[in-house]
């Protein structure tokens, strides 16, 4: 929760504050992050393996404690702080449509929302599978946004010698040579196109073609496990009843 609100936060800031220095607060920010998601998922897929795979809710899969219970809470805490960001640019296209969107009262502008919210909220409720739509959604097009294009951009962008002579952004010190650079982005996409793309969109889009018999609209808890059947009498105890 805290990491999603620190590199939101910070992006936007330094996006709009700084422009040019944008690039060290994202590195910065996605280290945060890592270092949070990172031990918890290797720690989850330790522990139950392969029947992820099947289980995109993690959380049906631990036995009832008190630190499910806490761990479930905590994770919808998250999901209330992430829906509010990443909604935001919605609110503010929602209440520049109505008029509302230079209105001083916070709860005038809260109730204005209140259209584009629960339409959210209701289709989220009928449709509780997003792990395996979201895993999808990763491997064949934010392996793209996210790596492909901006490495093929800045290769097409400096490819003669006269954009890279009045580059603004230079080269690092690390890596002072724009052969280098060339290398690096050409390993990236090369890497990203096969192994995200590729390997990872066919692994994606199996799985969801396996998991789809389990989807369901409205499901009072998505992929739990069914309960047990009672067990059955003796022959005697049958006899008596």
């Not at 220095?21 to 522990?47: D, R």
């Not at 929302?113 to 629960?118: A, K, M, S, W």
């Not at 603004?168 to 995200?196: C, R």
């Not at 889009?205 to 009072?220: E, P, S, Y």
Request: aromatic share 14%.
């Amino acid at each position: 929760m805290l990491s999603l609100v620190y590199l939101l936060c910070s992006e936007i800031m330094h996006a709009m504050w700084k422009p040019h220095k944008f690039k060290y607060i994202y590195l910065l920010a996605t280290v945060y992050v890592l270092t949070l998601t990172l031990p918890s998922a290797a720690a989850t897929y330790w522990a139950f393996g392969d029947q992820l795979l099947t289980h995109s809710n993690a959380f049906s899969l631990l036995p009832k404690s008190r630190w499910r219970d806490a761990a479930v809470i905590l994770m919808l805490i998250h999901q209330f702080i992430t829906f509010g960001f990443a909604c935001t640019p919605l609110y503010f296209v929602w209440e520049k449509a109505i008029g509302m969107h230079d209105a001083k009262s916070i709860c005038l502008r809260a109730l204005a929302r209140l259209p584009v919210v629960i339409p959210i909220w209701f289709l989220a409720i009928v449709f509780p599978f997003f792990g395996p739509i979201n895993s999808a959604v990763g491997a064949l097009l934010v392996s793209f946004t996210v790596y492909i294009i901006p490495a093929l951009a800045h290769m097409l962008t400096y490819r003669t010698p006269s954009a890279r002579q009045n580059a603004a952004e230079k080269p690092p010190f690390f890596l002072p040579s724009w052969t280098g650079m060339y290398v690096v982005n050409a390993l990236v996409v090369g890497w990203v196109l096969v192994v995200g793309f590729g390997l990872g969109g066919w692994a994606s889009v199996t799985n969801f073609v396996r998991q789809v018999d389990t989807f369901g609209l409205f499901a009072k808890c998505y992929q739990c496990p069914s309960p047990r059947p009672p067990p059955a009498l003796p022959p005697q105890q049958r006899r008596r009843l």
